[in-house]
């Protein structure tokens, strides 16, 4: 292999090898301390939206007064409690997985920094403009946290800023999922056809550095 794959070439290889190994292993380590809630408790957000009609605030009592991405603002017994009968000990099985797992959510970890109370008091967003897809699921789940199409909405550096360290910590992963395996060949056919998405995180001039000539 020496003839066909020059010394330049294998370490621009093993250096390339090393880069999307450290970033698989990243992405993949990214939620896996994300409680598996369906092991806990039965719920269905698509019920209590539609069939219901709760309002979000309801349940995340504290999401409105909330200044920081690690605040817990998952829903407590005494939230369920404003409707359900939290106190009959013989049906607790309605939404618990069983009576020896009472535990209640953990506070997901997250590598963010993020302000609710701006965003819903001085804002006036509507939760689910951000937190989109919940009218169709059961438990929230990673996948219905904000992906950065929707954050790019307001923060596109005029409306609102696109500080990347504005509201990611130093320890996040800014690469996306999909930036992998054969990436650098199959992106051509995805700027092609969204290059809006392109734009959130890249500017032409990004491309000109590679594509020169």
Same mark, same amino acid.
């Given at each position: 292999?020496?003839?066909?794959?020059?010394?330049?070439?294998?370490?621009?290889?093993?250096? =390339?090898?090393?880069?999307?190994?450290?970033? $698989?292993?990243?992405?993949?380590? +990214?939620? @896996?301390?994300?409680?598996?809630?369906?092991?806990? =408790?039965?719920?269905? *957000?698509?019920? #209590?939206?539609?069939?219901?009609?709760?309002? !979000?605030?309801? !349940?995340?009592?504290?999401?409105?007064?909330?200044?920081?991405?690690?605040?817990?603002?998952?829903?407590?017994? %005494?939230?369920?409690?404003? !409707? *359900?009968?939290?106190?009959?000990?013989?049906?607790?099985?309605?939404? #618990?997985?069983?009576?020896?797992?009472?535990?209640?959510?953990?506070?997901?970890?997250?590598?963010?920094?993020?302000? #609710?109370?701006? #965003?819903?008091?001085? @804002?006036?967003?509507? !939760?689910?403009?951000?937190?989109?897809? $919940?009218?169709?699921?059961?438990?929230?789940?990673?996948?219905?946290?904000?992906?950065?199409?929707?954050?790019?909405?307001?923060?596109?550096?005029?409306?609102?800023?696109?500080?990347?360290? +504005?509201?990611?910590? /130093?320890?996040?992963? $800014?690469? /996306?999922?999909? *930036?992998?395996? %054969?990436?650098?060949?199959?992106?051509?056919?995805?700027?092609?056809?969204? @290059?809006?998405?392109?734009? =959130?995180?890249?500017?032409?001039?990004?491309? @000109?550095?590679?594509?020169?000539?």
């Amino acid at each position: 292999m020496e003839w066909i794959m020059g010394p330049k070439l294998r370490r621009f290889s093993f250096g =390339i090898a090393i880069f999307v190994t450290g970033w $698989l292993l990243a992405g993949a380590v +990214r939620y @896996q301390d994300e409680q598996d809630r369906s092991k806990v =408790i039965k719920f269905s *957000h698509k019920f #209590h939206i539609e069939e219901v009609g709760a309002e !979000c605030v309801s !349940c995340h009592t504290g999401a409105p007064e909330s200044q920081k991405a690690a605040d817990n603002n998952l829903p407590t017994m %005494d939230n369920c409690a404003e !409707c *359900h009968d939290v106190e009959d000990e013989e049906n607790c099985t309605m939404c #618990h997985i069983s009576e020896e797992v009472l535990e209640p959510f953990e506070n997901p970890p997250r590598q963010l920094y993020f302000n #609710h109370a701006f #965003h819903v008091e001085d @804002q006036e967003l509507a !939760c689910t403009q951000c937190h989109q897809g $919940l009218d169709k699921v059961d438990l929230a789940s990673p996948d219905n946290l904000p992906p950065m199409e929707t954050c790019s909405r307001c923060h596109d550096g005029e409306k609102a800023f696109a500080d990347c360290a +504005r509201c990611h910590t /130093p320890d996040f992963v $800014l690469l /996306p999922e999909d *930036h992998q395996g %054969d990436w650098k060949i199959e992106h051509s056919r995805e700027a092609r056809f969204d @290059q809006n998405r392109c734009g =959130i995180c890249h500017a032409t001039s990004d491309c @000109q550095e590679c594509h020169q000539g």
